[in-house]
């Protein structure tokens, strides 16, 4: 059974830093694309960034500059850094997996608070 650990999430000041981390475990997840969604109250969940089993990242635009998309096949484990934060990026931040080949699965993390002072 594919479980999915996040960790790193708390308050932060404006233009401050965090790094989410998301343990998995139940699965060779080397043939996962991994990604981090966040979902804002009252919003609609959204793409943070993935990463395929071969590396290729996709980051979404307010992301950009901002935030790195990171994987450690050996620990099974997908990181977010998170740099120059804003109160906009306020949100649960969750992680999710994806396995690239048949049977096709897809799995979520609990998510993990983020928050951002002004």
């Known amino acids: 059974q594919v479980q999915l650990v996040e960790s790193g999430g708390g308050l932060v000041q404006f233009g401050g830093s965090l790094r989410l981390s998301c343990a998995a475990s139940g699965d060779i997840f080397n043939i996962y694309t991994m990604a981090w969604y966040r979902q804002a109250s009252g919003q609609q969940r959204e793409l943070v960034g993935d990463i395929t089993s071969r590396r290729r990242t996709n980051v979404a635009e307010f992301a950009k500059g901002r935030f790195t998309i990171s994987r450690d096949n050996a620990k099974n484990t997908v990181y977010l850094q998170m740099n120059s934060l804003k109160p906009e990026d306020t949100a649960v931040y969750y992680c999710?997996?994806?396995?690239?080949?048949?049977?096709?699965?897809?799995?979520w993390g609990q998510g993990t608070q983020v928050t951002v002072s002004p």
């Open positions: 999710n997996v994806q396995r690239e080949i048949f049977p096709k699965k897809n799995y």
